[in-house]
């Protein structure tokens, strides 16, 4: 069975950084680009950032273009997102999940994550 | 970048009704458009891939249609699990994009 768990979520001031991490389970991690995508309370899904297989090949959307960084240890199975300079309008639940030709068929359940003074 | 606009943004409708979503691409996206259900709290759930593939297990009242810009998620007899909201995503190109989301509520 296919598992994605999420964490590394909290409270974090404005400015701080927080590493998500999403662990990966029931299916051969280091064959699939893995995404995050984060949601806003009570907003829409928005696409965050993605990663091939080996780990070479990374895009990010604009809002997050040079504060956020992921990554992923295929001999641990996880997947990253490190976020740096976080700012109020980052504060969402980020979800990772496995892609396939493109589409997303597997996700976590989610970590939230708080930017608050 | 390419722009995801959904329509209608809610919608109201009975068990038993016929539903169908739209979804529009500021540019060609081929057939690379996928539809998602979430519901509160949950993860999405993934329905159709490539426009028109039926996800594993999905049941059949569901069903997507369209390529290029223009595309339709269609619910052919609404039932009481249905009601939730809905996504389109482009996986055309990068970033990568979804839809505003459609809200399916119970009239």
């Known amino acids: ?117 | 970048d390419i722009q995801m606009t959904q329509s209608p943004s809610s919608l109201s409708a009975s068990v038993g009704d016929r539903v169908t979503i739209t979804c529009r691409a500021s540019q060609s996206i081929a057939s690379s458009l996928n539809w998602y259900q979430q519901k509160p709290g949950k993860a999405p759930n993934l329905l159709i891939y490539a426009a028109s593939t039926l996800q594993s297990g999905v049941p059949s009242r569901f069903s997507g249609s369209g390529s290029g810009t223009d595309f339709t998620l269609t619910i052919s007899s609404l039932q009481p699990e249905d009601f939730a909201t809905y996504y389109c995503h482009q996986s055309s190109s990068t970033p990568q994009s979804f839809g505003q989301g459609t809200k399916l509520e119970i009239k």
């Open chain 1, 1 to 117: 069975e296919v598992q994605l768990v999420e964490s590394g979520g909290g409270l974090v001031q404005p400015g701080g950084s927080l590493r998500l991490s999403c662990a990966a389970s029931g299916f051969t991690f280091s064959s699939y680009w893995m995404h995050w995508v984060r949601q806003a309370p009570g907003k829409g899904l928005v696409w965050v950032s993605r990663i091939n297989s080996d780990g070479s090949n990374t895009n990010y959307a604009d809002s997050v273009k040079g504060r956020f960084t992921i990554s992923r240890d295929n001999a641990k199975n996880t997947l990253y997102l490190q976020m740096n300079s976080l700012r109020a309008e980052d504060t969402a639940v980020y979800f990772c999940a496995r892609a396939s030709s493109g589409y997303l068929a597997y996700w976590g359940q989610g970590t939230l994550v708080t930017v608050s003074s």
